[in-house]
């Protein structure tokens, strides 16, 4: 049974940072893609970073240059280092095997405000 566990989330200044973790247990192997997602309140479920098999990864307009996303396989943790938090921000944070969040966990909630 596949487990997504996230984790790290929490109340930050604009300007500050934050580190997510995703525990992923019940799969054979996490060389595979996944993907962070995102929900602001009122708002659609969004896909912003991903990384492949290769290490190869890929940001939204939105996120790109402040978010990094990794991947330690030996401890099948998946990280996102969020720096420079702003207040668009806010949401609650997903690790997901797909870039829909049909497969993703329960969420750890960030929330930017002074």
């Known amino acids: 049974q596949v487990q997504l566990v996230e984790s790290g989330g929490g109340l930050v200044q604009p300007g500050g940072s934050l580190t997510l973790s995703c525990a992923i247990s019940g799969i054979s192997n996490v060389a595979r893609w996944m993907y962070w997602l995102r929900q602001a309140p009122g708002k659609e479920l969004e896909c912003h970073s991903l990384i492949n098999p290769a290490g190869d990864k890929s940001y939204s307009t939105a996120v790109r240059g402040r978010f990094a996303i990794s991947m330690d396989s030996a401890k099948n943790i998946l990280y996102l280092q969020m720096n420079n938090l702003r207040s668009e921000d806010t949401a609650v944070y997903y690790c997901?095997?797909?870039?829909?969040?049909?497969?993703r966990g329960q969420g750890t909630q960030v929330t930017v405000s002074p």
């Open positions: 997901s095997l797909d870039d829909l969040g049909h497969v």
